[in-house]
Each structure stands twice: as structure tokens, then as C-alpha cells.
């Protein structure tokens, strides 16, 4: 199945730096790389999510990579606010085990971003 | 929409007892997905849904778990008898079923087993 590396697992940058997180995937045919982040007391909600077709995605301060070749995908955070320490999670889909329609959702580790005022 | 909702929201159970978490999806959503969260291991699949169907429960560690979804706006997992292992925070998430849609989290349950 599907194996999700995420590196690091904690970021402490300072307010207006950026943040890049990075993921790796096994699964060649996962063709599509969500990105949740996850507030204390929460669950996951989606930030940014990227398709196969597509080498770079951006959203205001939020931009995705992916490179299918090396099977990689990052996460870009520019000028970080104080509001956006959280744990970030990285995603990769896969066909589940009965084909077709049906994936599964895999999740890296997460990595703990703080934002120093 | 109110979101997925699940409950109860915490929950503090002896070990050896039944456990039971329920979860109501998003209207029209017909993917439904239990996750649990631990320290060690992150955010893990245990079982999806698929228009009611469970379609891969590979993740779901032993016969101790079972999922169901009597109708297609809710489902429950059931620990029984549940372990101090089980302590975690469960997720389930709901989506249109598609591939490649977004997957809308509910804000879990964190259950401890004394």
C-alpha cells in the first residue's frame, strides 16, 4: 500500500519567514496530494490540495509543488503569522483494494509549525 | 451544513467495557472514513465507506472493532472489549466519494481507557 514520509516533524520559524514541508510517496499511481492542518482541539481541514496534472499550485501565502519523477511534495508557507502554528498533515491517495471509484486517504506523520511573534 | 458531527466528544471508559462512537455525515456525502490519531502512530485509516458499504477495513487493528453505517448519514465504531491501547482520538470524515475530492473531518472523539 501506500507509504507517506513527512519531514520535519516540528518547524519553529519567526513571524514573516517562510515554512516548507516536504512529503515523499511510494505509490506511483496516487495522483492526488491534499494538504490538512490541524488546530489544537480539531480535526483536520484542508488547506491546499494538488492534482497529478499539475506541477504547482498557489493560494495567497500557500503554494504546493509536486513532482511525480521523484514523487515528492512540498508545502510553502510565506510571510508566516502567528495563526498559522498548527500541525500540518501531507496526503497521497490510492486505490483502495476493490479498485475503481474507491481510495484510501494516507497521512504522513504531520509536522508541528510555530510561529515566534 | 453543521459539518460532520460526532459524539460524544470525549470519553473515559474502563478497560473491558463496550465502547461506542457515532459520527453523522455531511448531507450528500456518500464517503464515510474513521480514522484514529495517536502520538506514535498519526492519523491511521482504520475503515471506509462506500454508499454504505465497507469497502477496505484493512487498518481496523482486531476483531475488538466494528463499523457500521445503518443508513447513509451515520455510522458508529464500536470497541468491545476496549484496552488502554485503544486511548486515542478518533476522526471520521465524510466526502462526496469521488476520487480526488476533499475529505471534511469532524472534530473527533478522545477516548481513554483506564
Known amino acids: 500500500g501506500e507509504n507517506v514520509e513527512q519531514h520535519p516533524s516540528t518547524l519553529s520559524v519567526q513571524e514573516g519567514d517562510s515554512a516548507v514541508i516536504k512529503c515523499t510517496y511510494s505509490d506511483s499511481a496516487s495522483n492526488y496530494f491534499p494538504w490538512y492542518k490541524q488546530e489544537l482541539g480539531k480535526g483536520p481541514q484542508l488547506i491546499i490540495d494538488?492534482?497529478?496534472?499539475?506541477g504547482e499550485k498557489k493560494d495567497q501565502r500557500i503554494a504546493v509543488t509536486l513532482n511525480k519523477t521523484a514523487k515528492h511534495f512540498s508545502l510553502h508557507i510565506t510571510e508566516t503569522q502567528p495563526e498559522d502554528s498548527a500541525v500540518y498533515f501531507c496526503a497521497a491517495t490510492s486505490v483502495g483494494r476493490s479498485g475503481g471509484s474507491n481510495y484510501k486517504l494516507t497521512f504522513g506523520k504531520g509536522t508541528l509549525l510555530t510561529v515566534n511573534p | 451544513d453543521a459539518g460532520v458531527i460526532q459524539s460524544p466528544r470525549h470519553e473515559v471508559t474502563e478497560m473491558g467495557q463496550e465502547v461506542t462512537l457515532r459520527c453523522k455525515l455531511i448531507s450528500g456525502h456518500n464517503s464515510l472514513f474513521w480514522y484514529r490519531q495517536t502520538m506514535m502512530r498519526g492519523l491511521e485509516l482504520l475503515i471506509y465507506?462506500?454508499?454504505?458499504?465497507?469497502?477496505?477495513d484493512s487498518g481496523m487493528p482486531e476483531d475488538r472493532f466494528s463499523a457500521k453505517m445503518p443508513n447513509a448519514s451515520f455510522s458508529t465504531l464500536k470497541i468491545q472489549p476496549s484496552e488502554p491501547r485503544d486511548s486515542a482520538v478518533y476522526f471520521c470524515?465524510?466526502?462526496?466519494?469521488?476520487?480526488?475530492?476533499?475529505?471534511?473531518f469532524g472534530q473527533g472523539t478522545r477516548l481513554t481507557v483506564v
Open positions: 470524515a465524510s466526502s462526496r466519494g469521488s476520487m480526488n475530492t476533499e475529505a471534511f
Open positions: 465507506f462506500n454508499n454504505n458499504v465497507p469497502i477496505d
Open positions: 494538488i492534482r497529478s496534472n499539475v
